[in-house]
């Protein structure tokens, strides 16, 4: 809902967002030029100034803006003139807003006349459901209301849709029910009348009349609380002064100064002129400005919306042959976070339909069965730490409510075995849904590192469950790439007989293209992680990067693997070679934007995204470096350039160790304990930790950390919790 409304409704929505904001200005303007009147001054003192100087008055009107306007005529010719409330002198013609009057029949009607009014309600009714859902969709993804104000992850279009919700979300609910407040008036759906006006005359008795500034009603009234004064006709000694302010209008006897008659304002009427302020801002210049701020916004939440939903249109799979749910046998449901899980997925719909079956594919979420399905299966990924795909999050609380019945559920995982959680939410997965009773054809099988052999053997043994001639043979999605040329590189001395380059690519900058990331290499920071698909294969390998966009450069470590396909590639290439590569960004290892201390730990080509960081400390925010290798004349990558930034103030302190050579100090954990007073005295005053190397590495930096920040009753968890600690392990 909130997607579609967005990309549609939203559309129209910005139209009335802009010129809003426009029409904000004006109260703003208004208040800037206005002689406000004082606050003790009463309207009895103000009505004696203005008859003394414009003397055929015939209305006083206090604007919203706070000004004093007064109404008069010249022989026939009607005047308005601000006057200054102070001494009654006239400062000026008054005339209406500037604004063009096209701006208002804009915003109000979209220039449709009434049929446009009904146009711009249904908008403003759309407006709040759109609120209503994003604040839905924020609290789910930032993890309720407690977190809310947590550091917002993701792509560029992602964080600043969320971060421009949070600020001005509420502001364009308030102003969206204001509308439609407004509306229900103006469309005559809501009555303001407070009822028929009295009939009240003066009463002549032959005595003079009294002057404004002898009524007593007004004599107790401030300016501030004056909505408009008619003085009353000098030609007709019948007629009454007529009193308006927010509370209602009175009729006050122009002889006696008697209040004749009061009618109290309506609740419609106090509602409307609420809602008049809340919408317009006008009489509260500040939140005229916030308004303005508000409605220009709308432009950048439809942009951002629009380039969200263009992202993911290029990254969902599109899964051809799909049949109704209720109409398929075989159910598929897939739980992934990069995408490739799909293309599994439609291999076997394919392998399956050609077998005969009717079969529906959908996202795990959708989690659920009906009176045709005969099998489900399951093809589930595993994200970060063991965690649930983000789109998936949702699936096993799901799950576990509903109740189980005959038709067997199989679940097959993806994964990668370097990670000690391989495969741990299909295995949580597997275990729900036998707790809850559910049969199954297959017992669960996993999937390493995306491997078409192993899915073909999961195949032959689905077959032979089914007796059936099906074959699993599938072809990985390539993934959209672009080509990179390589324009340098450093080599290294093979440390523990691994060699070692540090790769520099040209960043092909072709303007929309690049932004929108259609060709696989979307703008790029330190810590994002590039795919490069070798020759022969169309399965990925990721590195981290040591460059941001703004470098202009693409900048990887490679390091040799026993039998790597894809290291092997990438250190044979020489200059102006070329690669094809795309970026997937890291949002959760990207430093978010302080003054607190960085801690940088890493070890081998770990250092490459710490570097990246380094590299573009341009504010020169206190970061501190802790590296790790075996020899200095062999693995110190980026040391050269390491040394110039810490010269340049980019990087405020350096501890090196080395294990492999006497007295290297061991290893980056060593070097943690041995300075375990300067990590406690940074970690107090808030610091950041990003940790990257080996698995291994990794846990050792855990182990020390939670030895010396224990004084402190800290750990490495209770960081991460607070979003302060992240790992990019390899």
């Known amino acids: 809902m909130h997607r579609w409304l967005g990309l549609t409704v939203g559309t129209l929505a910005v139209v009335l967002g802009i010129s809003g904001a426009i029409l904000a200005i004006d109260p703003v303007q208004q208040a800037w030029q206005a002689s406000a009147a004082p606050g003790d001054l009463t309207v009895a003192t103000l009505v004696e100034r203005v008859t003394r100087t414009v003397p055929y008055a015939e209305e006083i009107r206090h604007l919203p803006s706070g000004a004093i306007v007064v109404f008069s005529f010249a022989g026939e010719q009607p005047q308005a003139a601000y006057i200054d409330p102070t001494d009654g002198r006239v400062l000026g013609p008054w005339q209406a807003s500037a604004l063009p009057r096209w701006v208002k029949n804009l915003h109000r009607s979209g220039l449709l006349g009434d049929a446009g009014r009904w146009l711009a309600a249904g908008i403003a009714l759309v407006m709040t459901l759109l609120c209503a859902s994003a604040l839905v969709l924020l609290l789910r993804r930032m993890g309720g209301w407690q977190r809310v104000t947590k550091k917002v992850r993701g792509t560029l279009a992602q964080r600043i849709h969320v971060l421009t919700g949070r600020v001005v979300l509420l502001v364009l609910w308030l102003t969206s029910v204001t509308a439609l407040t407004m509306s229900a008036s103006t469309l005559g759906w809501v009555a303001l009348d407070a009822g028929t006006e009295p009939e009240v005359l003066s009463v002549v008795s032959g005595q003079p009349a009294l002057s404004g500034a002898q009524l007593a009603p007004l004599q107790s009234l401030l300016v501030q609380d004056l909505r408009k004064l008619n003085v009353p006709g000098a030609t007709d000694p019948e007629d009454t002064w007529k009193l308006t302010t927010a509370q209602g209008q009175g009729w006050i006897d122009r002889y006696s100064g008697q209040m004749l008659a009061w009618q109290e304002a309506s609740l419609a009427q106090r509602v409307y002129a609420l809602a008049v302020v809340l919408h317009t801002g006008e009489s509260a210049w500040l939140w005229a400005l916030v308004l303005a701020l508000a409605g220009a916004s709308v432009l950048l939440f439809w942009l951002s919306g629009f380039f969200i939903w263009w992202q993911a249109r290029n990254q969902t799979p599109q899964i051809t042959g799909n049949v109704p749910m209720a109409q398929a046998d075989v159910l598929i449901f897939v739980a992934s976070e990069g995408g490739s899980s799909w293309g599994f997925a439609q291999t076997l719909q394919d392998a399956l339909s050609l077998c005969g079956h009717r079969v529906h594919t959908s996202a795990l979420e959708n989690f659920q069965t009906t009176t045709a399905t005969r099998q489900v299966l399951v093809l589930a990924a595993t994200y970060g730490e063991g965690q649930a795909p983000t789109h998936a999050s949702g699936a096993l609380a799901l799950i576990f409510k509903l109740k189980a019945n005959k038709v067997p559920v199989s679940v097959l995982g993806f994964g990668d075995r370097q990670y000690p959680a391989f495969c741990a939410f299909a295995e949580a997965l597997d275990q729900t849904l036998r707790g809850q009773g559910w049969l199954t054809l297959l017992p669960l099988e996993c999937i390493h590192q995306q491997s078409a052999q192993q899915f073909a053997r999961w195949g032959l043994a689905l077959a032979q469950a089914l007796n059936e001639p099906l074959v699993l043979s599938h072809v990985p999605r390539r993934p959209p790439t672009t080509v990179l040329t390589l324009i340098g590189r450093q080599n290294f001395a093979a440390a523990g007989g691994q060699p070692t380059a540090i790769l520099r690519f040209a960043w092909p900058t072709d303007g929309l293209r690049t932004c929108l990331g259609t060709h696989g290499l979307a703008r790029f920071s330190a810590g994002d992680l590039v795919g490069i698909v070798p020759p022969g294969s169309s399965v990925p390998r990721f590195y981290s990067l040591a460059s941001g966009w703004q470098d202009g450069f693409l900048e990887i470590c490679v390091r040799q693997m026993p039998g790597g396909q894809c290291s092997t590639h990438l250190l044979g290439l020489q200059t102006h070679d070329a690669i094809q590569a795309f970026i997937r960004p890291n949002p959760g290892f990207a430093l978010p934007q302080t003054r607190k201390p960085v801690l940088l730990i890493g070890a081998g080509t770990g250092v490459a995204p710490l570097a990246g960081f380094i590299r573009r400390n341009?504010?020169?925010?206190?970061?501190?470096?802790?590296?790790?290798?075996?020899?200095?004349?062999?693995?110190?990558?980026?040391?050269?350039?390491?040394?110039?930034?810490?010269?340049?103030?980019?990087?405020?302190?350096?501890?090196?160790?080395?294990?492999?050579?006497?007295?290297?100090?061991?290893?980056?954990?060593?070097?943690?304990?041995?300075?375990?007073?300067?990590?406690?005295?940074?970690?107090?005053?808030?610091?950041?930790?990003?940790?990257?190397?080996?698995?291994?590495?990794?846990?050792?930096?855990?182990?020390?950390?939670?030895?010396v920040l224990a004084p402190l009753k800290l750990s490495v968890a209770k960081l991460k919790a607070k979003e302060r600690y992240a790992e990019d392990v390899f």
């Open 618 to 707: 341009e504010r020169m925010r206190p970061m501190h470096l802790y590296f790790g290798g075996r020899d200095p004349t062999q693995d110190f990558y980026f040391g050269a350039e390491i040394e110039r930034w810490l010269g340049e103030g980019r990087l405020a302190s350096l501890q090196t160790v080395f294990s492999r050579v006497p007295q290297g100090g061991g290893y980056v954990q060593d070097a943690l304990r041995r300075d375990a007073e300067r990590v406690r005295h940074w970690v107090s005053q808030g610091a950041i930790v990003r940790v990257c190397g080996s698995r291994a590495m990794a846990q050792g930096v855990t182990n020390a950390l939670d030895a």
